[in-house]
Structure formats: structure tokens, C-alpha cells
């Protein structure tokens, strides 16, 4: 039975998007479900071990940020902004706007944000029907990520409609560069926070889902079943893999630290309560019905409407639970989105 995206909209004004996060990102509002009869808690973030167990195994996305956003010029003098989204074998996948004024074969010319000239040129050699292009820098990976650093900016939201520096849209414990977008939920986190749950014996681990553009781009289709969802890159390791099975297998929870945390475990279960070392592509999908076969409890932020990651939290919870959870998030003066609250689904 398809199910309608209809189902999983609500009306959001846009007071209600934040813009920046507060500071600390601690002090965040948090609002705490109950995932199976839909009771609510209203808290602060710097609170959440109020919520958890001393046996419980938080797991985070340690991906980082880059400069991902480019600017340069066509060969006819159009002004182009390229975003890139990840290292290919053979070039970067990347989009291009306006893509209509480059086309196959033509090149375009990076112009740094301090005027200084260049130092990489890139190629159009690929078009893709989803919008995405295949470009040639002529240059190692190391070399690109290196230009993007110097010369690139931080690629924010379509809603925020402010420049965010780097620091701004990175976690505090962000670490293997490859990502167009910020694991959100991680941004709640201090060092002062983090240091307090090891104090605790809470069980932290890490694992690496690079974000793509897929996160930007809203459902389009009349059912979920339609949507194809994006492929992302997850690398977990042997250790990692086997302490969150053990954890499984001793009857402790585990909690994701935001949706790109449960795409990455999810994608690497190779069966219920066990995960398996991983690195490559994963575009797992969660509709309702999805038996989740690793996490238990999930952290993360309020999304937007129509959105896999609003069908992927109903599908931990109910549909009604969470639309309902939306609703008092609301009337209690939420911050929506990136930059804005929590959410702890247990």
C-alpha cells in the first residue's frame, strides 16, 4: 500500500526556522517522546543524562564539513556557482546553477572570494538527469579540498538565509572531511557535555556517514514509494562494529546521535541486533513499518515538512506521535530545523 506524502506535512511558519544556534549549544530546548504512547517531557539539552542509562551507547557521525560552495565564471562570463558534493574515480559529482549556461565540454574559471587568481580549473565532461554534473579539477582530492579550504564557503541550508562560518556548522567532534552538510543533531553537544557522559561510563562510539545534497532536496513525488532516495558513504570499522553488536546482544540501547547516524547503522546491519564492519554507498529508506534492527532511541532535530527524515522518525515512533510531538514543539516556542532544538525519541 503506497503511502502519501500528504501524511507526513504540517504547517510551519517560518518564525519558527532558526538562523543560528544559540550559545551554548547546550541550552537548547529538548523535548523528550516516548516513542510508544506519545507521552512528552519538556527539558533543556545540557539535561539529556537526566534520560539516559549508565549502560547506554550513544553513537555519533563524525563527518566533517567542507567548504563545499565555489564560485566562478563560464566561458561566456556567466557568473557560476558550483557545489560540490563528492570525489568520484574518474571527477567530482557536483551541481552547477545555472546549469544551462555550461555546457558538456566547456570549462569554467574559479574565481577566489579574495580576488586572488585561481590556482584549479575545472571541466564539464558529464550531465546527469537528476541535475548533477561530473567535473575534472585535474588535480589529487587532497589538492581540490585544499582550494575549497582556502577559497570556497560553508554550504548552509536553502532556509538559512545568513552566511554561516565553519565553526558555526561543525560538530564539535567532527573529524573525516567529506560532507555538504552538518550532522545536526551533533550540534547540541559541547565539550563540556561530552565530557560529563564519560564521566558517567556512558559508551560513546563513532562512525562516518558523509552528508550529501540529497538532505537539501525536498520529496517531490505524490507517495514515498515514488522518491528515490540518495546514496551516501558510510565507513564503520571492525572495533566500532563489534562493541555496538555486543551491546545489542547484552540488552543495552543504543542511540543514534541524529538520522545520518541511523542511515549509516541501519545500512551496515547485516541482521537484527547485529552490524558488520562497512565501507561504500548506502540509500537505505525508512517508511512506516521499517523494523529498525539496531538503534533503539534516536536524538535529532525537528524537520521539514514532506521529508524522508520526518517518515524515517515516524517510522521509529508513530506518524501521530511525532506530528502530535510537532505541535506542542510549537506551542512551546521551538527552533526548527539546523540550527534549531532537540528532539530525544526513546
Not at 215 to 232: G, I, N, R
Amino acid at each position: 500500500m503506497s503511502i502519501p506524502i500528504s501524511h507526513f506535512d504540517y504547517d510551519l511558519p517560518e518564525l519558527y526556522i532558526a538562523q543560528e544556534s544559540i550559545e551554548p549549544k547546550d541550552q537548547s530546548k529538548l523535548l523528550v517522546l516516548d516513542k510508544k504512547n506519545g507521552k512528552i517531557e519538556h527539558s533543556r539539552f545540557f539535561k539529556i543524562g537526566q534520560f539516559l542509562c549508565d549502560d547506554d551507547v550513544l553513537v555519533f557521525n563524525k563527518t566533517k564539513v567542507f567548504k563545499a560552495r565555489l564560485q566562478g565564471k563560464s566561458e561566456s562570463g556567466h557568473k557560476i556557482e558550483l557545489f560540490l558534493l563528492r570525489a568520484r574515480d574518474n571527477g567530482w559529482e557536483a551541481m552547477i546553477r545555472p546549469g544551462r549556461k555550461v555546457p558538456v565540454g566547456s570549462s569554467i574559471k574559479l574565481v577566489g572570494a579574495n580576488g586572488r587568481s585561481p590556482v584549479l580549473s575545472v571541466r564539464v565532461f558529464e550531465k546527469h538527469e537528476n541535475g548533477s554534473v561530473l567535473i575534472d579539477f585535474g588535480a589529487r582530492v587532497d589538492e581540490v579540498l585544499d582550494y575549497c579550504d582556502r577559497f570556497g564557503s560553508v554550504p548552509t541550508p536553502p532556509y538559512v538565509r545568513q552566511t554561516t562560518d565553519e565553526a558555526k556548522y561543525q560538530t564539535v567532534y567532527a573529524e573525516q572531511v567529506g560532507s555538504v552538510a552538518a550532522p545536526t543533531a551533533g550540534f547540541h553537544f559541547t565539550d563540556r557535555l561530552l565530557d560529563e557522559l564519560r564521566d558517567r561510563g556512558i559508551q560513546m562510539e563513532f562512525v562516518t556517514l558523509h552528508v550529501g545534497i540529497g538532505t537539501f532536496q525536498p520529496v517531490k513525488t505524490d507517495t514515498l514509494e515514488e522518491h528515490a532516495m540518495h546514496a551516501e558513504f558510510v565507513e564503520i570499522d571492525v572495533g566500532t562494529a563489534e562493541r555496538i553488536t555486543q551491546a545489542k546482544q547484552s540488552g543495552r540501547r543504543v542511540i543514534a546521535v541524529g538520522t545520518t547516524t541511523t542511515r549509516a547503522l541501519e545500512g551496515a546491519a547485516s541482521a537484527p541486533g547485529k552490524i558488520e564492519s562497512f565501507s561504500g554507498d548506502v540509500n537505505i529508506f525508512f517508511t512506516p513499518g521499517y523494523e529498525f534492527k539496531i538503534i533503539d532511541s534516536l536524538i535529532t532535530n525537528f524537520h521539514l515538512p514532506k521529508s524522508t527524515l520526518l517518515a524515517m522518525v515516524s517510522s521509529l515512533s508513530t506518524r501521530e506521535h511525532i506530528l502530535n510531538a510537532y505541535e506542542q514543539a510549537k506551542a512551546n516556542n521551538y527552533r526548527f530545523y539546523s540550527f534549531g532544538d532537540a528532539m530525544f525519541i526513546q
